[in-house]
């Protein structure tokens, strides 16, 4: 058994020492906070009100989830070098209710971090906030294992659940909808409806006695709980490339929980969000209206034989001779194509510089307009830069990806090389800085 020891004055808890805490207890079997006597400075509170403090805001809600450093591909397609957290909670009161599950790939683990909160008790409920298969992978072991429970979801997470288990759960399910409550003695869980955040039968839960937002996947992020980042930028990745499409139906679910006092957000992947909350949700009202959240160029480029990469490094040095601002230059043949499309939302200009390619556009170009198109790009202003050797096409075909998106501004100046830069190409350059800048 791996035991961690938390010491500290703890006078009083704070919300702070209660998500080292829970971070702590996903990584160790047991926690052990020390309280420790300080005798050179005058207690807020005894040491006997310090424990009972500790003792009441850590009792109700646990961490059962796990993360998953076996995994190098999300979804088959985004890299994770820092794993996955596939997070699941429990609430222990008279009624006790398990709110979601995680991928198949952890059930075992899952199951036995449940047994071990719950230390002989039966479940009585299992919230199912999303059918997707890396949270609700383990329903049916749940079944198997509490054969008494009730699902607890609304129409359509039975009509999927059907699907992905072949059960018929009619006798065990509970259908909510918008608005609903479910008494577990002292805590009361609410749902909230929140439709292509993002598949169809998404909803979050509130509980309003520590109110505490289970968010589904909302304000989650990739990378392991043990994995000391930057939460922002795993974050980021992971809305653009996942949520990104469905901002609409994310600014609807902001809105509709504006009106809850949310002290604790708990997703289901990434830490439990316990301070700053506003900087989370100013970031995913930005990312969900799809502003640019720095003001800024990201140049996207590839080349064939390194010419476009010689004559973007010389419109790297004119753009950054020209302004102050953030200018990030980003080779899509050799990148994690979803940090790319992170890049390309977070600042405020784009440019793509791309050699032709079979009457179009070289492949990788073609991929990452596809992915900006189909991930609703929009608000955003886009200059070109094509080579061509003898019959430039790069720059039309990138100009036709460009114009399916919304509100992208194409500048007027088209940058075209043959082969190799030249003075006159730098000369168009200048011209092309200018405009991209103003």
Same mark, same amino acid.
């Given at each position: $058994?791996?035991?961690?020891?938390?010491?500290?004055?703890?006078?009083?808890?704070?919300?702070?020492?209660?998500?080292?805490?829970?971070?702590?207890?996903?990584?160790?079997? /047991?926690?052990?906070?020390?309280?420790?006597?300080?005798?050179?400075?005058?207690?807020?509170?005894?040491?006997?009100?310090?424990?009972?403090?500790?003792?009441?805001?850590?009792?109700?809600?646990?961490?059962?989830?796990?993360?998953?450093?076996?995994?190098?591909?999300? #979804?088959?397609?985004?890299?994770?070098?820092?794993?996955?957290?596939?997070?699941?909670?429990?609430? $222990?009161? #008279? *009624?006790?209710?398990?709110?979601?599950?995680?991928?198949?790939?952890?059930?075992? @683990?899952?199951?036995?971090?449940?047994?071990?909160?719950?230390?002989?008790?039966?479940?009585?409920?299992?919230?199912?906030?999303?059918?997707?298969?890396?949270?609700?992978?383990?329903?049916?072991?749940?079944?198997?294992?509490?054969?008494?429970? !009730?699902?607890?979801? *609304?129409?359509?997470?039975?009509?999927?659940?059907?699907?992905?288990?072949?059960?018929?759960?009619?006798?065990?399910? /509970?259908?909510?909808?918008?608005? +609903?409550?479910? @008494?577990?003695? !002292?805590?009361?869980?609410?749902?909230?409806?929140?439709?292509?955040? =993002?598949?169809?039968?998404?909803?979050?839960?509130?509980?309003?006695?520590?109110?505490?937002?289970?968010?589904?996947?909302?304000?989650?992020?990739?990378?392991?709980?043990?994995?000391?980042?930057?939460?922002?930028?795993?974050?980021?990745?992971?809305?653009?490339?996942?949520?990104?499409?469905?901002?609409?139906?994310?600014?609807?679910?902001?809105?509709?929980?504006?009106?809850?006092?949310?002290?604790?957000?708990?997703?289901?992947?990434?830490?439990?969000?316990?301070?700053?909350?506003?900087?989370?949700? +100013?970031?995913?009202?930005?990312?969900?209206?799809?502003?640019?959240?720095?003001?800024?160029?990201?140049?996207?480029?590839?080349?064939? =034989?390194?010419?476009?990469?010689?004559?973007?490094?010389?419109? #790297?040095?004119?753009? /950054?001779?020209?302004?102050?601002?953030?200018?990030?230059?980003? +080779?899509?043949?050799?990148?994690?194509?979803? @940090?790319?499309? #992170?890049?390309?939302?977070?600042? %405020?200009?784009?440019?793509?510089?791309?050699? %032709?390619?079979?009457?179009?556009?070289?492949?990788?170009?073609?991929?990452?307009?596809? =992915?900006?198109?189909?991930?609703?790009?929009? *608000?955003? /202003?886009?200059?070109?830069?094509? *080579?061509? %050797?003898?019959?430039?096409?790069?720059?039309?075909?990138?100009?036709?990806?460009?114009?399916?998106?919304?509100?992208? !501004?194409?500048?007027?100046?088209?940058? !075209?090389?043959?082969?190799?830069?030249?003075?006159?190409?730098?000369?168009?350059? @200048?011209?092309?800085?200018?405009?991209?800048?103003?």
């Amino acid at each position: $058994m791996a035991t961690a020891v938390y010491p500290g004055s703890f006078d009083p808890i704070t919300l702070g020492h209660l998500d080292i805490i829970k971070r702590t207890a996903a990584v160790f079997d /047991k926690v052990i906070i020390g309280v420790l006597i300080n005798k050179s400075k005058q207690p807020l509170f005894s040491i006997e009100e310090r424990v009972d403090l500790i003792k009441e805001v850590t009792k109700d809600i646990t961490y059962v989830g796990c993360d998953d450093k076996t995994l190098d591909l999300f #979804e088959s397609q985004y890299i994770i070098p820092n794993g996955i957290a596939y997070n699941a909670y429990v609430i $222990m009161d #008279e *009624n006790i209710a398990l709110i979601d599950t995680v991928d198949k790939r952890k059930t075992d @683990e899952w199951l036995e971090n449940v047994e071990k909160v719950l230390d002989g008790k039966t479940p009585k409920y299992l919230v199912v906030n999303h059918m997707e298969p890396d949270h609700s992978g383990s329903v049916d072991a749940c079944l198997k294992k509490y054969p008494e429970i !009730t699902l607890v979801g *609304n129409k359509k997470t039975f009509l999927f659940l059907k699907q992905f288990t072949g059960l018929d759960l009619e006798a065990t399910s /509970k259908v909510v909808a918008e608005g +609903d409550t479910l @008494e577990l003695g !002292t805590h009361t869980l609410s749902f909230v409806m929140a439709p292509m955040v =993002h598949w169809p039968e998404v909803m979050v839960t509130y509980d309003s006695t520590d109110k505490v937002l289970f968010s589904a996947d909302a304000f989650g992020k990739f990378g392991a709980l043990d994995t000391d980042e930057d939460w922002a930028c795993e974050a980021r990745r992971y809305y653009f490339n996942i949520v990104g499409k469905y901002g609409v139906p994310v600014q609807g679910l902001l809105k509709k929980t504006s009106k809850l006092d949310i002290q604790i957000i708990c997703p289901t992947h990434g830490p439990v969000l316990t301070e700053n909350l506003g900087y989370y949700l +100013d970031l995913y009202n930005t990312w969900s209206t799809y502003q640019a959240e720095t003001d800024g160029v990201f140049v996207a480029y590839c080349s064939i =034989h390194g010419n476009t990469t010689e004559a973007v490094g010389k419109l #790297e040095e004119i753009l /950054k001779s020209k302004t102050d601002k953030e200018v990030v230059v980003t +080779d899509l043949s050799r990148c994690d194509m979803a @940090e790319a499309i #992170e890049d390309a939302f977070r600042y %405020s200009k784009l440019i793509v510089a791309a050699p %032709s390619y079979d009457a179009g556009v070289f492949p990788v170009m073609a991929d990452f307009l596809h =992915h900006l198109k189909i991930k609703a790009y929009q *608000n955003r /202003k886009v200059a070109i830069v094509e *080579n061509g %050797s003898w019959a430039p096409t790069a720059a039309r075909t990138m100009k036709g990806y460009l114009e399916e998106m919304k509100n992208v !501004t194409i500048c007027d100046t088209v940058v !075209t090389i043959k082969s190799k830069a030249t003075e006159d190409t730098y000369k168009e350059m @200048e011209k092309l800085a200018d405009e991209i800048l103003a």
